[in-house]
């Protein structure tokens, strides 16, 4: 039988390098009313925040 291998898509703060799977409970959320829902990273506070892989 075939293994299946599943990789979730992570996520990465460009300013400490502090990465999680996105949309994880390690990934704090903000609003922001001109633009809604920002993900913030829990080490630094920035909203500089990619999703990749």
């Known amino acids: 039988m075939a293994e299946t291998h599943q990789s979730a898509t ?3 703060c460009w300013s400490c390098g502090f990465e999680a799977p996105s949309g994880g409970d390690e990934w704090e959320t903000i609003e922001v009313v001109s633009v809604g829902t920002m993900t913030r990273c ?3 506070g920035s909203t500089d925040v990619s ?3």
Do not use: A, L, N, V
Request: charged share 35%; net charge positive; proline share 11%.
């Open 42 to 44: 829990p080490e630094c």
């Open 10 to 12: 992570r996520s990465h």
């Open 51 to 53: 999703t990749g892989r």
